[in-house]
């Protein structure tokens, strides 16, 4: 069994940054593929950012060169460095795993219970 627990949301000015962090708990070596997802008020949820065990990442086109998925495996903590925020990146993020293969957007089955980010102009 896998738990996530995510950190680090807040509020910040546009143009501003901040960094989430995301802990795995439990047995993380059956997991495949890790990723961010984010769900503003009133909209779908969306896939922000995925990595795959073998190297793979790909980022929403609405992110992409301002966000940055990261890991560091000695603290089982993946992160996504969020620079140039828009006030339209506000949204609570959500980090999730799976075992599954391929690693997609619709794959995952664990989350995390979110962590708020909130971004004003």
């Known amino acids: 069994q896998v738990q996530l627990v995510e950190s680090g949301g807040g509020s910040v000015q546009a143009g501003g940054s901040l960094r989430l962090s995301c802990v795995v708990y439990?047995?993380?070596?059956?997991?495949?593929?890790m990723g961010w997802f984010r769900q503003a008020p009133g909209k779908e949820r969306e896939g922000v950012a995925l990595?795959?065990?073998?190297?793979?990442?790909i980022y929403a086109d609405s992110v992409k060169d301002r966000f940055t998925m990261s890991e560091d495996n000695a603290k089982n903590t993946l992160y996504l460095q969020m620079n140039t925020l828009k006030p339209e990146d506000t949204a609570m993020y959500y980090c999730?795993?799976?075992?599954?293969?391929?690693?997609?957007?619709?794959?995952?089955?664990?989350w995390g219970q979110g962590t708020q980010v909130t971004v004003s102009s």
């Open positions: 999730a795993a799976t075992a599954l293969r391929p690693c997609r957007w619709d794959q995952f089955v664990t």
């Open positions: 439990g047995f993380t070596a059956s997991l495949f593929c």
């Open positions: 990595r795959s065990f073998d190297g793979n990442t």
